[in-house]
C-alpha cells in the first residue's frame, strides 16, 4: 500500500483546511484509513480514522466536532476537513493504514505534510 498525503498548510486560528490522503496498491481498500499528527517534541496521535467499505468515522476527543473525515471510494483518497483550527492542531500529519488509535496498529504510512495554525 502506498499512501501519498497533501493539502498542508499555514492558517490563523480559526480557519481551514482540507487534508487529502491517495492510496494506492491492491489491498489499499482493504485497511482503514487514518491521520495521526505530531507536534515538536510530542509523540505521534491518532486524530481521526475512517473505513473504506463503510464509511465508518473515528475521533480522538480533541478534534471531535470540529474536523470530518471522509473517503471516495472511486479515487482511493480520504480527506481531513479540518474547521475552526487552533494553535494546538499545529503539526505534521500523516496518513497511515490499519487498524486502532495507536501507531503501533498501522503497517503502511504516508509522508507528513505540515499543518501550521498561528494565534
Known amino acids: 500500500v502506498q499512501l501519498q498525503a497533501s493539502g498542508g498548510g499555514s492558517v490563523e486560528a480559526g480557519g481551514s483546511l482540507t487534508l487529502s490522503c491517495a492510496a494506492s496498491?491492491?489491498?489499499?481498500?482493504?485497511?482503514?484509513l487514518a491521520w495521526f499528527r505530531q507536534a515538536p517534541g510530542k509523540e505521534r496521535e491518532f486524530v481521526a480514522a475512517?473505513?473504506?467499505?463503510?464509511?465508518?468515522?473515528y475521533y480522538s476527543d480533541s478534534v471531535k466536532g470540529r474536523f470530518t473525515i471522509s473517503r471516495d471510494n472511486a479515487k482511493n483518497t480520504a480527506y481531513l476537513q479540518m474547521n475552526n483550527l487552533k494553535p494546538d492542531d499545529t503539526g505534521l500529519y500523516y496518513c497511515?493504514?490499519?487498524?486502532?488509535?495507536?501507531?503501533?496498529?498501522?503497517?503502511?504510512w504516508g509522508q507528513g505534510t505540515l499543518v501550521t495554525v498561528s494565534s
Open positions: 496498491g491492491r489491498t489499499s481498500s482493504s485497511y482503514p
Open positions: 475512517v473505513t473504506w467499505t463503510v464509511g465508518t468515522a
Open positions: 497511515a493504514a490499519g487498524i486502532g488509535r495507536t501507531p503501533d496498529g498501522y503497517e503502511y
